[in-house]
């Protein structure tokens, strides 16, 4: 049995001696060429199984998905109030009616607005007879019946009379009044033409006019608000690194959840000069088109600003943030020059988002760029430097 398993266990020995052999015999990766800031490694080298290039890719002038809320335009709304006291004896219009300016929004019973009147009616006589009165000293002191002072206190009468009239006719005229009103019933009208979009009046209900109050809307609010809803103001909450892709003017798209097939142009028109110091968000201001007022105050959508045509020549290219290394606080990446091919640049870079980072110079659009293995490359390039940290 021994003599049978000797060439059995021989020919074990041989094959693993051959092995060995082969193994030591395989051939080593061919070395990577260094020349300048370039390395080269020949077709077919494994190394290149390590890397990953990928093209650089303009970069977008756009900040994308951000939520605003929509609201009423300051520009376009009005809050009435009434200027009078009294008691509301009706109410011309309801909630999403349309007024042009001037058009009459309640009818208020005032004692104040009576008095307006009476006020002016007043004063207007009074001038009429202090004229007349004028006119007939002047006539007597012509005729030597009258003395000088009688003239001269007919007319500093007259003038009195006149700066009450005057007096009288403004305040009714801020009450949108005239001496022709038969009664003492007040118009509240609204100065602005657009849509009712709120109403906090009813007949019967006692206003005064104090509760225009400007510090305490809270508890005061307004009898009627007006406002134009074809044009509506949005409020976009913007991270302190979209701060470089927006400026007043821009244009901005937005799209709501309501309308999804549908999409809304509008620009930016203002930005806030300073950040939330709890968000770390500025607040964004633009004015949005609200063709057929499908759009609604208050309601939250999704924002874009556009890209700016005009300088996507300036904005440079995005790439992957991973393709980016720093050493001595100076940013580097791997450009493949041709297959097999890389050569190392120094970039100008900007703030790192959603995996991207923005490059303003050294690279240009659609140059291959090596998205994984660079670290690999620049050990190769520069051994004596070995502690480049990959972003």
Same mark, same amino acid.
């Given at each position: 049995?021994?003599?049978?398993?000797?060439?059995?266990?021989?020919?074990?020995?041989?094959?693993?001696?051959?092995?060995?052999?082969?193994?030591?015999?395989?051939?080593?990766?061919?070395?990577?060429?260094?020349?300048?800031?370039?390395?080269?490694?020949?077709?077919?080298?494994?190394?290149?199984?390590?890397?990953?290039?990928?093209?650089?890719?303009?970069?977008?002038?756009?900040?994308?998905?951000?939520?605003?809320?929509?609201?009423?335009?300051?520009?376009?709304?009005?809050?009435?109030?009434?200027?009078?006291?009294?008691?509301?004896?009706?109410?011309?219009?309801?909630?999403?009616?349309?007024?042009?300016?001037?058009? &009459?929004? /309640? =009818?208020?019973?005032?004692?104040?607005?009576?008095?307006? !009147?009476?006020?002016?009616?007043? $004063?207007? @006589? +009074?001038?009429?007879?202090?004229?007349?009165?004028?006119?007939?000293?002047?006539?007597?002191?012509?005729?030597?019946?009258?003395?000088?002072?009688?003239?001269?206190?007919?007319?500093?009468?007259?003038?009195? &009379?006149? /700066? =009450?009239?005057?007096?009288?006719?403004?305040?009714?005229? !801020?009450?949108?009044?005239?001496? $022709?009103? @038969? +009664?003492?019933?007040?118009?509240?009208?609204?100065?602005?033409?657009?849509?009712?979009?709120?109403?906090?009046?009813?007949?019967?209900?006692?206003?005064?006019?104090?509760?225009?109050?400007?510090?305490?809307?809270?508890?005061?609010?307004?009898?009627?608000?007006?406002?134009?809803?074809?044009?509506?103001?949005?409020?976009?909450?913007? @991270?302190?690194?979209?701060?470089?892709?927006?400026?007043?003017?821009?244009?901005?798209?937005?799209?709501?959840?309501?309308?999804?097939?549908?999409?809304?142009?509008?620009?930016?028109?203002?930005?806030?000069?300073?950040?939330?110091?709890?968000?770390?968000?500025?607040?964004?201001?633009?004015?949005?088109?609200?063709?057929?007022?499908?759009?609604?105050?208050?309601?939250?959508?999704?924002?874009?600003?556009?890209?700016?045509?005009?300088?996507?020549?300036?904005?440079?290219?995005?790439?992957?943030?991973?393709?980016?290394?720093?050493?001595?606080?100076?940013?580097?990446?791997?450009?493949?020059?041709?297959?097999?091919?890389?050569?190392?640049?120094?970039?100008?870079?900007?703030?790192?988002?959603?995996?991207?980072?923005?490059?303003?110079?050294?690279?240009?659009?659609?140059?291959?760029?090596?998205?994984?293995?660079?670290?690999?490359?620049?050990?190769?390039?520069?051994?004596?430097?070995?502690?480049?940290?990959?972003?």
């Amino acid at each position: 049995m021994k003599n049978r398993n000797l060439p059995l266990g021989f020919l074990a020995l041989l094959g693993l001696a051959g092995c060995g052999r082969e193994s030591a015999q395989a051939p080593e990766p061919p070395a990577p060429k260094v020349s300048g800031q370039t390395v080269s490694y020949p077709a077919g080298a494994p190394q290149l199984a390590y890397l990953t290039v990928h093209a650089a890719e303009p970069r977008r002038l756009a900040v994308t998905h951000l939520t605003g809320r929509l609201y009423l335009s300051d520009d376009a709304t009005v809050r009435v109030f009434t200027p009078v006291a009294g008691q509301v004896t009706a109410v011309d219009v309801d909630v999403g009616q349309a007024v042009s300016a001037a058009s &009459a929004l /309640a =009818e208020i019973s005032s004692p104040d607005f009576g008095q307006s !009147l009476a006020d002016a009616r007043s $004063a207007e @006589a +009074n001038l009429n007879a202090a004229e007349k009165t004028l006119a007939r000293s002047r006539d007597l002191f012509d005729h030597g019946a009258a003395a000088a002072k009688d003239v001269e206190a007919a007319q500093a009468a007259y003038g009195v &009379a006149s /700066a =009450e009239r005057d007096r009288a006719a403004a305040r009714l005229t !801020l009450y949108h009044g005239s001496e $022709a009103n @038969a +009664n003492q019933v007040y118009t509240l009208r609204t100065p602005l033409g657009g849509v009712v979009v709120e109403k906090n009046i009813n007949p019967g209900q006692e206003v005064r006019a104090d509760q225009m109050l400007a510090n305490a809307t809270n508890l005061f609010a307004p009898l009627f608000v007006v406002s134009d809803p074809t044009k509506l103001w949005i409020q976009v909450d913007a @991270a302190e690194t979209d701060l470089a892709d927006l400026q007043p003017g821009q244009r901005i798209r937005i799209t709501s959840k309501a309308f999804p097939a549908k999409a809304f142009d509008g620009t930016v028109s203002n930005i806030g000069p300073s950040l939330d110091p709890t968000t770390r968000t500025v607040r964004v201001r633009g004015v949005v088109e609200n063709p057929g007022n499908l759009l609604k105050a208050e309601m939250y959508v999704s924002v874009d600003v556009l890209r700016d045509e005009s300088k996507v020549a300036q904005a440079g290219v995005e790439v992957p943030s991973k393709a980016i290394f720093t050493i001595d606080r100076n940013s580097f990446l791997f450009v493949e020059l041709s297959p097999g091919k890389f050569e190392r640049r120094q970039v100008e870079i900007g703030t790192e988002k959603d995996g991207k980072v923005p490059v303003q110079a050294g690279v240009g659009a659609g140059q291959r760029v090596v998205t994984e293995g660079g670290l690999l490359l620049q050990s190769v390039l520069d051994p004596a430097n070995l502690t480049p940290v990959a972003r």
